[in-house]
């Protein structure tokens, strides 16, 4: 008795890709937008408040200005050195954390943990010096990101 080969399945072609069509944007007018966002703030529960420096701007004010920064010309300066030493700061307490999992890994060799440790020590402190010139303290510079809470 011959045998019959066994049916193969069919091969399926993968599809082409689809093309998604096209949406045409739909004007909004003011009232809308502002309805959208008292619904948004009305959701968060509170209202949003912009602070920079000593300056606070409600920005739920009915018929106020949007929010925007508008520090005084003698705070400028204060104002960026907080905005660079945040960065830095935030930088410096990743690169921390990284050095200590390296550590936990054990890819670190100890005059490797060492220096690390030296140069994040050193960043830290100069963080506060540049701080303690300007008047900042470690509080100013953790950010507060509204809804989504402090930044560190």
Do not use: C, Y
């Amino acid at each position: 008795m011959k045998k019959t080969p066994a049916a193969r399945p069919a091969r399926r072609r993968r599809a082409a890709p689809r093309k998604s069509k096209a949406i045409a944007a739909a004007p909004v007018t003011a009232a809308e937008l502002r309805a959208l966002k008292g619904e948004i703030e009305k959701r968060l529960g509170k209202s949003a408040t912009v602070a920079v420096g000593k300056q606070h701007t409600a920005a739920t004010r009915k018929g106020g200005a949007p929010m925007r920064w508008n520090p005084q010309p003698e705070d400028v300066q204060k104002s960026v050195a907080q905005l660079v030493l945040t960065i830095v700061e935030f930088l410096r307490r990743l690169m921390e954390r990284q050095a200590i999992r390296r550590m936990e890994q054990k890819t670190l060799t100890k005059k490797e943990v060492e220096a690390v440790g030296a140069a994040l020590m050193t960043l830290e402190q100069t963080v506060r010096d540049i701080g303690g010139k300007f008047g900042l303290t470690a509080e100013d510079l953790n950010l507060d990101l509204g809804p989504l809470g402090k930044l560190m």
